[in-house]
């Protein structure tokens, strides 16, 4: 993993975790994955985008000289993602994620760590299958409820973070999506290593993940951003937003955008739309 992901993992101690990126000869992002070292020789690996033997295949195709096993392991843990609104008026009760430590009683071992894919807005809580049943008692009585297909989105629009297969995919670079702290520019050679490197050195990306204010609703999705005839963006998510009372979303913009922080237009589903930043 030293050799073939972002992050300087080499420090990993057993009963730790790090967030690194795999990415292609091209510096694109293949999967967000964490690390959770159980063993002096045994590490768990968790990914993002893709179904699993998507990753072990990526993995394996550069194994050239390690001794190495790699096995489906996702029958004997069980894995939650933890979502929450820090606010009462931004999500009405919740669970306090400060609350939730290792899991207590029952048998095998838990463990806690922040999402790397969220730049740690939510949080991972992982542990042996025979620990689900109590791990979710616990959560419910802490006030968590399983989410839906549609408050994963939500969330992920309202608090600026890229949805896997979305905003978070192989069309991606680490720059663009903000993943830079899983990102060591001093630990040498790794998979696209050097062009995730020039585009630091020479101040060359292209687009950057921002959240927006939108006056309505996108026609569809993606829509082009444009600034008078110039495109400057793509607006890939949207959500209309109840504690706003608004609509918003998640886009790729260019750098001209954000330097003059003029308000862009798309095509609303009623009339023109206009585009502006907003704070997360």
């Not at 300087?8 to 070292?37: A, E, H």
Request: hydrophobic share 40%.
């Amino acid at each position: 993993m030293q050799r073939i992901s972002t992050n300087d993992v080499r420090s990993l101690t057993v009963g730790s975790v790090i967030g690194t990126i795999l990415t292609t000869d091209k510096g694109r992002i293949r999967d967000v994955v964490s690390l959770l070292r159980v063993a002096e020789a045994e590490l768990l690996l968790f990914g993002t985008i893709g179904p699993q033997s998507e990753l072990s295949g990526w993995i394996e195709r550069f194994v050239i000289m390690e001794e190495l096993t790699l096995s489906d392991a996702t029958n004997e843990f069980f894995r939650f993602e933890l979502l929450w609104h820090p606010e009462p008026a931004q999500g009405g009760p919740g669970g306090s994620l400060q609350k939730v430590e290792l899991i207590p009683g029952g048998a095998g071992t838990a463990w806690r760590f922040s999402d790397p894919a969220t730049s740690g807005k939510a949080l991972q809580l992982v542990g042996d299958k025979r620990l689900e049943a109590h791990a979710r008692q616990y959560l419910e009585k802490e006030g968590f409820r399983a989410a839906t297909e549609d408050s994963l989105r939500d969330f992920c629009v309202y608090y600026g973070v890229p949805i896997p297969g979305r905003e978070l995919s192989v069309e991606y670079n680490p720059h663009e999506v903000g993943l830079l702290d899983l990102v060591s520019f001093t630990k040498g050679c790794y998979i696209g290593q050097e062009v995730v490197a020039r585009l630091d050195t020479y101040k060359k990306v292209q687009r950057r993940l921002v959240s927006l204010e939108l006056s309505e609703k996108p026609a569809k999705l993606p829509a082009r951003l444009a600034s008078g005839a110039e495109e400057v963006g793509s607006l890939t998510s949207s959500i209309f937003s109840d504690e706003l009372a608004n609509w918003i979303g998640t886009a790729y913009v260019r750098p001209a955008f954000l330097e003059h922080a003029a308000p862009a237009t798309y095509a609303g589903e009623r009339r023109e739309g206009v585009a502006k930043l907003r704070r997360v």
